[in-house]
Structure formats: C-alpha cells, structure tokens
C-alpha cells in the first residue's frame, strides 16, 4: 500500500548543521495492518512518520501510495492526500484550546465542504463510540489525557482515513489508559485500516494488536 | 457551489469561534480602531456637512458683488455707479446694498446691521437673528436701544425673528430700515456698502465681471464661485489643521492597532501549524484569517463610522465643532443636514481596512507556509 524506496530525509541541506534524519529508507506497509516504528529518541521514527503521512517530502527516494509516487507532488496535492488518506493522533495531541471536543473532532473535514450536520453527526457518533458523548461540548482543556487522546482519535478518524497515523500514542497515558488504546488499536485494524505508530513502549510493541514491528537506529532500519 | 459555500460556512463559523477565544485582544483592537475611524469620520463628516450647507446658503446669493477700493480698503459706492452698470450687457439686475458691522459692548459681539433690499420694515422696528434673541434675551415686541458711533442711543422695536433653520447666515443678523440704517451710520445719502448684481447666462459671469473691472476700475467684482470656493478652502483648512493636531493621537492609536494585528501569538501559530497537519490548505488558513482580520476591521469601521455619525449629526459633535466651524461670541446653532460623500466614505475605509488587513497578511502568510511536519515536533 504504502511503499518506500532508499529514502533520505537530511534538515537544513548545505549548512553548517545538516543532518541526516533518514538515510536510504526501504519499506513497504501493508494495508489492514498494524506497523509498529521501535527505536530510541533520535532514531528518526517521527521524520519516516512525517513522510509517511504527507507532512513532508523526502531529500531524495520515493515515497508511493498505492502505486503512485506522491513524493515530488505539489504541497496542494499532498494536502489533499493527507486530508483523505491520513488521520493523525499526534504525541501531545495537539488540540486547539477554547474549542469544544466536538468542534475539535470536526476540524479536519472542513476543508472537504461536507454539509454541517452531516459533520456533526458523524463526530458525535465517534464520541459514542469512544464513550465520550457527554464530555462533547466541554472545552478540551477541561479533559483529562486520556480523554483528550480519544479526542485526538475522534479527529483523525472524521475523514474516515485508510491510514492512521500516531505518534508515541501511549506515552502521556498510565497503563490503563495504554490498554485500552491497544484495544482501539485492535479495532481499527478489524475495520480493515492500516495503523502506523511510533513507540518505545514495551505494552505496545510487544502487544498482539501490534502485527509487525520496524526497529530503527540512527535514522536507518535495522530489522522488518 | 455547494461544496464551495459549505466551505466557506466553515471557514466562517471557524473563524468566529476563533474571534471569541481571543475576546479580550479582538474587543481591544475593535475599539482602538473604531476609535480611529471615528475620530476621521467625525472630522470628514462635519466638514463636509458644513462644505454642503455654505454652497446651499450661497446657492441663492448674487452671481457677483462690487465693491469699491480705496488704497485697497473697502469704501462706500458713490452715486453714479448703478448707472454705469447699467450700460454693461449681460447685467440682468442691479441692486445697492446697505451693510455693515455694529459692535455690542453688553454682550461683547458684532452684529451685522442690513437693509433686506426686498425692504419691507417699518420705519423704528428691526427683525433679528436668533443668536441675538438668545444673547440679548429678547422676543418679538421688546424694546432695544443701541448707541450709535457717535454716541447717540437709538431705540427699537423688535418686529420679528428669523428662522431658527437659516442661521448659519443669519445667527448675528439685524435687519432694518434704509432711513433708520442711513440715520444710525450717518450714512451719506445715495450712496452704498456695495452692489448686487445678476447675470443672466452664468457663461457670462467672467466676462461681464471683466466689463465692470474696466468700466470701474476702483471696483473689485467678487464672484459667487469665489466665495464658495473661499468657504470651501476655509473649511479644508479647518479641516487640515484638525487632523493635524490629532495626526500625534491618530499616528500612535494607528501603531498600536498595526502592531496588534500584525503580531501573531504563539498560540496562533500553534494552531495554523496544527489546522495544516489535520488537513487544512495554505489557502484555507490565509482566508480564515483575512476573514478574522475582514471581520475585526468592518466592525470597527462600522462602529466608529456610526459613532461619528451620531455625534456630527445628533449631538452636534462637541469634541469638534469650536474648531471645525470657527472662532466668534455669537456662535450659530444650526442643525447640519446629513451629507454622507460615498468617495470620501470609500477614501476612509481605503487608508482604514487595507492598511489593517496587508498588516495581518503578511505574518499569516508566512505562519501558514511553514512545513505541517513542526508540529509532530512541537
């Protein structure tokens, strides 16, 4: 589904301070499947994430989807790839603060121009099924982590994505809290989505819902 | 369509959700700008209004009025003058007018003395502006003296007051009898202040003014379009020397609204960066805030061009009026007819609302093309 052929990713090229965050990336992610990132701060899960998800381009590589090469597209196009394809639940889920958890979750589709109450609805049938229907019109700063982390879900499944995408999931949970995401985990992949993640968490990559596992070090992948 | 007006639905309520999270910067910059805009408009307004009111005033005035020099004073027509003009071609009419300036020691003002040249007033009776009933507490049928410049009292009785609705001309008026001007002035006989003159063709106001300055060449004919122009530099000048002694005021209300809205907080940039890894174009988050920015400036201008509405038109602008309508002891009290110049309502909101919204355009600009991926590492 999602392939990647010797992809670098190198930050402020030609400086002083280049760096190489990913050097010669080759992979390829299955569809239906949950793809688990492994390795320590600094091995470059997050930049593959960010490729992954159209966030940012390669230096050099390829990067396709479904066949297609989206590497070299216009930020337009990948914008739109992203909206369509990509859900996100970012580390610090990065909510927008004074928003209710229901406009929260609505963020992502109002670009595509679907009709307000069709929107509406769809976000309170995510809260329902994230049972978080009565916290919906509380301001998100008022919501615990773990609430504000079914929040961040809500909003990356809102355009009903083949792909979600997320990033250190568990690490501002408590190990209950981490479960019951695995339990998320497992159902998304039932729902025939693909789930890439990052984690050093032993709960996650070493839980059933996780089928495979990418160790990477020093922006290289080590083992498939 | 349909897709399109949902999208801009979004973008709206969006927006508006956004205005009310920063309610106490947004209400701030709404009033410092509203401020601004009402501070200009009052002054616009109220200048054009009376721009507006002099040229109906002067509308009804003769096309031209001679007057004779003397060493470069005004001095009195002597007899022979009407029918010299007389000879001119294009003269429709002539009429010589008994004018002149009377100071009032009581109350500390000029008035102007005139013989209505319609005449109609009896001999011993005067009609008087309406600043001069207020001043002097007069009404119809009172009795009022006056010293003469040769320290004879004259008494008269009032017969009338002018309309309230003419005052702009007529606040400081005393209107009387060509027999009791001429004994109260000692005014030689056959002689004038001046004469008014009509023109037929208005083609012809030059030239005929050009026969009367050869026919007379110790005249100055003074045209009616050089006293509405002479009124309308006034009022401009009036108007110039405002703004300028508010440019400081304005200058630094006009920087700290440009440094508010120019400055995005790192929240806001927070959010951008966030609305563009959630799926948001660059386009998109460019036209939320010119939305904001769209919203915050119409609203202010609305508010401050109402405001100075209110003020110029119903409370007859006391924070401008002394300057904008000039200096005297007797002022007159007139109501403004309200005038609104569509070019200078648009020359308004052009140096208000573009300024502001290329001030937010460029910061936002810059926030939304940064790359989606900062905030996986936020």
């Known amino acids: ?224 | 369509m349909k897709t399109w007006l949902e999208r801009q639905r979004h973008l709206i309520d969006f927006t508006l959700a956004s205005l009310a999270r920063r309610k106490t910067r947004n209400l701030g910059l709404v009033a410092v700008f509203a401020l601004l805009v009402f501070v200009l408009a009052s002054v616009m307004l109220f200048t054009h209004a009376l721009r507006h009111e002099a040229k109906a005033v002067l509308r009804d005035s003769p096309e031209i009025i001679l007057q004779r020099l003397v060493a470069g004073r005004h001095d009195l027509i002597p007899p022979g003058y009407l029918d010299t003009i007389g000879r001119i071609r294009g003269v429709q009419s002539k009429q010589g007018r008994l004018w002149g300036y009377y100071y009032d020691a009581v109350v500390k003002a000029n008035y102007t003395f005139m013989v209505p040249p319609e005449g109609g007033i009896e001999p011993g009776t005067i009609v008087v502006g309406p600043a001069l009933e207020r001043e002097r507490g007069i009404a119809e049928n009172n009795g009022i003296s006056f010293r003469s410049y040769n320290g004879q009292l004259f008494a008269f009785t009032v017969a009338r007051v002018l309309p309230r609705a003419s005052e702009l001309v007529s606040a400081d008026l005393v209107l009387m009898n060509e027999a009791d001007f001429r004994a109260f002035f000692k005014y030689p006989a056959d002689h004038y202040t001046d004469i008014a003159l009509s023109v037929a063709n208005p083609l012809e106001v030059r030239n005929v003014a050009n026969k009367l300055a050869n026919a007379l060449p110790d005249s100055r004919p003074i045209l009616r379009d050089e006293v509405q122009r002479t009124y309308a530099s006034m009022f401009d000048w009036r108007e110039g020397l405002m703004l300028a002694l508010l440019s400081a005021a304005i200058l630094a209300f006009a920087i700290l609204a440009w440094e508010k809205a120019s400055g995005l907080s790192a929240e806001e940039k927070r959010e951008i960066g966030i609305l563009k890894a959630v799926g948001w174009e660059t386009g998109d988050v460019i036209k939320m805030k010119l939305w904001e920015g769209g919203l915050v400036s119409l609203t202010a201008f609305l508010l401050g061009y109402v405001a100075a509405y209110v003020q110029v038109f119903h409370c007859h602008a006391p924070l401008f009026e002394p300057v904008l309508r000039g200096w005297s002891v007797i002022y007159p009290r007139f109501e403004l007819a309200p005038v609104i110049d569509g070019l200078q309502v648009a020359t308004l909101f052009f140096f208000t609302v573009f300024p502001y919204m290329a001030a937010i355009l460029v910061p936002i600009w810059r926030a939304a093309v940064t790359d989606p991926d900062a905030v996986m590492r936020a």
Not at chain 1, 46 to 58: F, M, S, Y
Not at chain 1, 94 to 118: D, F, Q, V
Not at chain 1, 213 to 223: A, I, K, L, P, Q
């Open chain 1, 1 to 224: 589904m999602i392939e990647l052929r010797d992809v670098r990713k190198v930050f402020n090229e030609g400086q002083h301070n280049e760096y190489a965050a990913l050097s010669g990336i080759t992979l390829t992610i299955e569809p239906h499947r949950v793809t688990a990132l492994r390795g320590p701060s600094g091995s470059g899960k997050t930049t593959l994430l960010t490729l992954i998800g159209c966030l940012a381009r390669p230096t050099s590589g390829r990067v396709s989807l479904h066949g297609r090469d989206i590497s070299g597209l216009p930020e337009r196009f990948l914008t739109e790839i992203r909206r369509k394809t990509f859900g996100f639940v970012f580390q610090q889920f990065n909510l927008i603060k004074g928003m209710s958890a229901l406009e929260n979750i609505m963020l992502p589709a109002y670009p595509t121009g679907r009709p307000h109450k069709e929107l509406k609805l769809r976000a309170a049938s995510l809260l329902e099924r994230l049972r978080l229907s009565h916290r919906g019109g509380a301001k998100v700063e008022w919501l615990s982590g773990g609430e504000q982390q079914r929040v961040a879900i809500a909003r990356a499944l809102i355009n009903d994505p083949e792909v979600l995408i997320a990033d250190e999931p568990t690490a501002n949970l408590d190990t209950a809290l981490a479960r019951e995401f695995l339990a998320l985990l497992e159902s998304f992949g039932q729902e025939g989505r693909a789930v890439i993640l990052t984690s050093h968490d032993p709960l996650v990559v070493e839980s059933a819902a996780v089928h495979r596992v990418v160790d990477m070090r020093d922006g290289m992948v080590v083992t498939r």
